[in-house]
């Protein structure tokens, strides 16, 4: 029995991310019902294709992105009647039709409401349903530039020439689904509950711009920009070559610096107070990449990456999708998963983004055929879900009721239980002034207040409506007091070292010897299982090992960053996703999870693409800056006054018309160089001198206004000064601004999205070093003040 069984999803919409959400759902046992236009969704005609013949049941990323589905097809225009039936049969719709063709096609809330009380509508859109810019016209670039991370792309760049780059794939996209299927699945858990439905508004610019690590708070915590462009706050951090490859190196504290110099022998220069720390590494960065470059290049890419994992240095190779084809560890973990499908044939894909003790992710079928399903769903009987009673009780959050123990540090653990938290979740994090979490000292510091652990925007930025509470997990007394807490709780969460939680005593197998249907959510580089189990995995490390580097680049150089650390976010997204499914599994079975979420498995299966291509032909697709395979223009292009730029992109002949007419008259709009996508993709460089020389005259909202007035996809590459700026984000209520006792009122990331039926906007600001310790001990497990008293003298609660 799958956690998902007997949930019933109805996935309208086109490319990415409504799919990926509802294969998200899928793959967990869902019963998904895709609705395509009768000439099929364009993910279809996208690729990659064996042999590079296009054949719209066999492209590689349609394949990916709808494992475990049913296709119907109807044309939601002129089919009101069959969509409306697919509404009521539905508990989940998830849907990415921009607001105008939502108008079009009758996808109202109210009305499907009126059809269904219990129904979760998830509208996943570029800029969300409301504000100056819903009405926008938009692709993935736009979005991944519009949210403020490719303006941080490839990172620590000393090429002010070239423009802020965006990942491969469709990353943006990716986490829109990510979000949609969270969001979905915590509004369901509710509706379960109380028969209440749910709208939930959510906006692919904001989640992007939701997870920019430190760089928008180092905006509203220091006034400075971050950008593409400069020096990291901590070194070593980048790619070194190896005698046979490049291999990528990140070091965060002291003791794993000291660990490399043993490494490379402790040479001579290691002994200069320039390198003393990361922090002085970073000021000299360029000084010691020379130092470190004359010893990696000594070593092969495999035996450096194995000694320097022995030593608990981060190292991480940089792989190809060739590469990934070959890992040990992907290969014991069964990342890697056998479809067969009955046009493309048999193809490896990529597998599951976590491990499940209940083993509830599978794929029962491959994706289907254009319309494989008609005869079985179209005006035949489907049922209804369960009705129960009307929509009762106050206007509550989705996961009000549950508690979350939260053991997690740094980004990736704390993303994931925040998300929990803005999602209405009790999240009760237990920290230490023995292990003081690393956000507490990154130096993102208010310049009007001197540093201190409750001030670092970093930490107050991924820790937002959560309460905190010491306890010296070191000592047994405190252990005892962490194990009474996972009793009152319905999840934990850690991002620990593989096999420390266990050595605490709070691994899973104990923990439910406390409460046997517990859900723990372990977060880790490598996973809990397989032969690299114990390697450090930080969040920029994942991207050379997933793959990400080796696709995303500029035309004809190496492999690049993508500015953030993605892994992090990447992974916990995805554990809170499963964290959710978990909680409706358990509603079913009665049962809890141990949810392994490996950070290189997570994000390795956001590259369908160019996975698809090695698998099905044995190639790998180029880098190409912010170019696509299909479409042209799309790009990124400079716009008038420094280091300003803006993206434009056009999906059709129609819209490259409308484009050429608004940028060049007719003359530009008759160009036969431009005529077709494939005339512009065999011209696109004087495709885009055309287009720079109209860009670089004109201001990036000029340049926007003009082209979206025409209906063309156009928008600036956002940095943090013009997120917080910006008039859409503020008009929509994305931004938290709380009252802090120790930094006063500042600008936070907020929640990306919003509900109809449910309060909004982040509850408490991140909370102060063991705030809310004699709360929780008290109200919560029970203990007296004078047994409170004696714990603090003691350092228990320290």
Request: charged share 15%; with cysteine.
């Given at each position: 029995m799958q956690a998902l069984e007997g949930l019933r999803v109805l996935e309208l919409g086109e490319m990415v991310a409504a799919a990926y959400g509802a294969k998200l759902m899928a793959d967990l046992g869902a019963d998904v019902i895709k609705v395509e236009p009768p000439g099929g969704d364009p993910a279809r005609s996208r690729g990659p294709f064996p042999a590079g013949k296009p054949d719209s049941e066999a492209s590689g990323l349609f394949l990916y992105l709808n494992t475990n589905k049913r296709s119907v097809t109807l044309d939601p225009a002129r089919d009101r009647g069959e969509l409306e039936r697919l509404v009521a049969w539905a508990d989940i719709l998830i849907h990415n039709y921009p607001p105008r063709r939502m108008a079009g096609y009758g996808i109202d809330y109210e009305r499907f409401r009126a059809l269904n009380p219990r129904l979760v509508m998830c509208?996943?859109?570029?800029?969300?349903?409301?504000?100056?810019?819903?009405?926008?016209?938009?692709?993935?670039?736009?979005?991944?530039?519009?949210?403020?991370?490719?303006?941080?792309?490839?990172?620590?760049?000393?090429?002010?020439?070239?423009?802020?780059?965006?990942?491969?794939?469709?990353?943006?996209?990716?986490?829109?689904?990510?979000?949609?299927?969270?969001?979905?699945?915590?509004a369901h858990h509710r509706a379960r509950d109380t028969g209440q439905g749910e709208h939930i508004d959510l906006s692919i610019q904001e989640f992007v711009a939701s997870f920019l690590e430190q760089n928008f708070v180092y905006y509203t915590y220091r006034g400075l920009v971050a950008s593409r462009l400069g020096r990291r706050f901590l070194h070593?951090?980048?790619?070194?070559?190896?005698?046979?490859?490049?291999?990528?190196?990140?070091?965060?504290?002291?003791?794993q610096l000291t660990r490399l110099y043993d490494l490379i022998g402790n040479p001579e220069w290691t002994t200069w107070e320039i390198f003393k720390t990361p922090f002085t590494c970073a000021e000299n960065a360029d000084v010691l990449r020379m130092q470190l470059e004359e010893s990696t290049k000594q070593w092969t890419v495999m035996d450096l990456f194995r000694a320097g994992q022995e030593k608990r240095v981060c190292f991480a190779p940089v792989l190809t999708m060739a590469d990934l084809a070959n890992q040990p560890q992907l290969r014991e973990r069964g990342?890697?998963?056998?479809?067969?499908?009955?046009?493309?044939?048999?193809?490896?894909?990529?597998?599951?983004?976590?491990?499940?003790?209940?083993?509830?992710?599978?794929?029962?079928?491959?994706?289907?055929?254009?319309?494989?399903?008609?005869?079985?769903?179209?005006?035949?009987?489907?049922?209804?879900?369960p009705r129960g009673g009307a929509a009762r009780g106050a206007r509550s959050l989705p996961l009000t009721g549950i508690r979350v123990a939260d053991f997690s540090w740094a980004w990736a653990g704390p993303f994931c239980a925040m998300h929990l938290a803005h999602l209405g979740a009790e999240v009760i994090r237990v920290e230490s002034n023995a292990r003081l979490d690393l956000g507490r000292r990154l130096p993102i510091f208010p310049t009007d207040v001197e540093p201190g652990p409750n001030r670092s925007g970093y930490f107050n930025q991924w820790n937002q409506g959560k309460k905190s509470i010491l306890l010296d997990l070191r000592r047994p007394e405190a252990l005892e007091v962490a194990r009474k807490l996972v009793t009152r709780c319905d999840v934990v969460v850690e991002n620990f070292a593989t096999g420390v939680i266990e050595k605490l005593g709070l691994g899973y197998d104990e923990l439910t010897k406390l409460r046997p249907d517990i859900i723990l959510a372990s977060i880790s580089g490598y996973g809990h299982t397989g032969p690299?189990?114990?390697?450090?995995?930080?969040?920029?490390?994942?991207?050379?090992?997933?793959?990400?580097?080796?696709?995303?680049?500029?035309?004809?150089?190496?492999?690049?960053?993508?500015?953030?650390?993605?892994?992090?976010?990447?992974?916990?997204?995805?554990?809170?996703?499963?964290?959710?499914?978990?909680?409706l599994g358990r509603r079913r079975t009665g049962r809890g999870q141990h949810i392994d979420v490996s950070l290189w498995e997570a994000l390795t299966a956001l590259l369908p693409e160019g996975w698809m291509e090695y698998a099905m032909n044995g190639t790998e697709p180029a880098r190409d800056g912010n170019r696509d395979p299909w479409m042209s223009p799309h790009d990124c292009f400079r716009a008038r006054g420094e280091d300003e730029w803006v993206t434009i992109a056009c999906g059709s002949d129609d819209e490259w018309r409308v484009l050429a007419r608004a940028v060049g008259g007719a003359d530009l709009a008759r160009d036969d160089r431009f005529r077709t996508a494939a005339d512009r993709k065999r011209n696109e460089d004087a495709l885009e001198d055309v287009l720079t020389a109209w860009t670089r005259e004109r201001d990036k909202w000029e340049v926007t206004q003009t082209l979206q007035e025409a209906g063309i996809a156009a928008f600036p590459s956002m940095n943090s000064k013009d997120l917080a700026d910006d008039r859409h984000l503020n008009e929509r209520g994305f931004f938290a601004r709380l009252p802090h006792a120790e930094v006063g009122t500042r600008t936070h990331a907020g929640i990306p999205w919003r509900l109809a039926n449910s309060p909004n906007g982040v509850r408490s600001p991140a909370p102060l070093l063991g705030q809310h310790t004699d709360e929780v001990l008290r109200d919560l497990l029970g203990y007296s003040d004078e047994e409170i008293g004696r714990l603090r003298e003691a350092q228990i609660l320290y």
């Open positions: 509208s996943i859109t570029p800029f969300g349903l409301t504000g100056p810019h819903c009405g926008y016209n938009a692709y993935e670039i736009t979005t991944v530039h519009g949210g403020g991370w490719a303006w941080l792309s490839p990172g620590a760049s000393d090429h002010p020439d070239l423009p802020p780059l965006k990942p491969k794939g469709h990353q943006a996209d990716f986490q829109g689904g990510l979000a949609g299927a969270l969001t979905a699945l915590a070593p951090w980048g790619m070194y070559p190896c005698q046979d490859g490049m291999i990528f190196l990140v070091v965060i504290e002291q003791d990342f890697l998963v056998e479809v067969e499908h009955p046009r493309a044939g048999r193809l490896r894909q990529l597998g599951p983004p976590y491990l499940l003790k209940e083993p509830w992710w599978s794929i029962r079928r491959a994706a289907p055929r254009l319309g494989e399903d008609n005869d079985e769903v179209l005006g035949r009987e489907l049922g209804s879900p690299q189990k114990l390697y450090m995995g930080y969040g920029p490390a994942i991207v050379p090992l997933s793959g990400i580097a080796s696709l995303t680049g500029y035309e004809g150089s190496a492999p690049q960053e993508v500015g953030i650390s993605y892994g992090d976010p990447n992974g916990g997204i995805n554990a809170a996703v499963a964290i959710c499914a978990a909680l």
